[in-house]
């Protein structure tokens, strides 16, 4: 499938995501904030390597639970906003690399750099995040360091062991970087650039689109994800996104993509027709001349089998 196509197919995926956000029960806000309760709005590069594990299981057990979640971000503190940016993006990247087919361990670390990917924001003038207005040159310029200056801080700061020792400061470094080149800080090519940072780098632009930030508002995920599709095949010198990864994110993004097929709890063979607000349970159209088209919310014994 072209990634045109994609667009237009996850305009609709991504307003369902965007309906799920909405019409969450009392009793489910209740539940994420409860989750919500214990994390510490710290950044996680500013908690000691204890801390920063146990954030690091609570997320990526989450994630394992419920791949749906991660989707549902975190709002920004009052404050800064690199904290819930730091967690969502950390939940959307290991969302991005299950799905990919990434090992557990590897699901792991990208979530490590999700939680640790801006940490060279530490670095810049107090307040300059907030500021609220558009960046002189040099602020500019300064900003364009963080990757840099984070995968130094997390080098002299933690100790994964092993290969992590260098693959997490290597995407940190490179979380910025695009497929076409057109990135920074170094304008790597495609080749060069670590698979955790192809990942991350889709699963940052995502959530920072579609979060609020102070000079700008949040954008609707579908408008988010036609924008990253677009960008990932159109532009002059090629996509600025892995083109695998991004296809990866669309089926990660939805349990049942439109136009897939599916089995039925009775055996039937159907294909996925129209996204409903339960990402279990889309309306389908069975197989075969006579087809008969089921809303699946509409009917509890029927279900699609796992
Ligand atoms: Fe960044």
Redesign the pocket.
């Known amino acids: 499938m072209e990634l045109s196509e994609l667009a237009e197919r996850v305009v609709r995926l991504a307003e369902r995501v965007a309906a799920i956000e909405t019409q969450q029960t009392a009793a489910q806000q209740t539940a994420a904030q409860k989750t919500a309760a214990p994390l510490s709005d710290t950044p996680p590069w500013q908690m000691d390597e204890v801390r920063l594990q146990e954030l690091m299981d609570e997320l990526h057990t989450g994630v394992k639970r419920d791949p749906t979640a991660a989707l549902r971000f975190d709002a920004p503190s009052t404050g800064c906003y690199l904290s819930a940016h730091a967690r969502n993006v950390s939940r959307v990247a290991m969302l991005i690399a299950r799905k990919h087919g990434f090992s557990d361990a590897s699901v792991r670390a990208v979530g490590l750099c999700g939680l640790l990917?801006?940490a060279g924001m530490e670095s810049l003038p107090h307040g300059l995040l907030e500021a609220g207005r558009p960046l002189t040159p040099d602020e500019f310029r300064q900003v364009r360091l963080?990757?840099v200056n984070g995968a130094d801080l997390v080098r002299e700061r933690y100790r994964f062991g092993g290969l992590l020792d260098s693959v997490i400061p290597l995407t940190i470094e490179q979380?910025?970087e695009r497929a076409d080149g057109s990135g920074y800080p170094h304008g790597l090519p495609a080749a060069r650039i670590h698979d955790f940072a192809r990942v991350l780098s889709v699963a940052?632009s995502f959530e920072a689109m579609t979060t609020p930030r102070p000079f700008r508002a949040a954008r609707h995920p579908a408008q988010a994800m036609r924008s990253l599709l677009l960008q990932g095949c159109k532009t002059a010198r090629g996509g600025m996104y892995d083109r695998d990864v991004l296809k990866t994110f669309v089926w990660a993004a939805s349990l049942y993509p439109l136009g897939c097929e599916v089995e039925l709890s009775d055996g039937r063979r159907a294909r996925v027709t129209e996204a409903t607000d339960d990402p279990k349970r889309p309306v389908v159209k069975t197989s075969g001349r006579d087809g008969e088209t089921i809303d699946l919310t509409r009917t509890a014994s029927l279900t699609v089998k796992e």
């Open positions: 990917h801006d963080h990757p979380h910025h940052d």
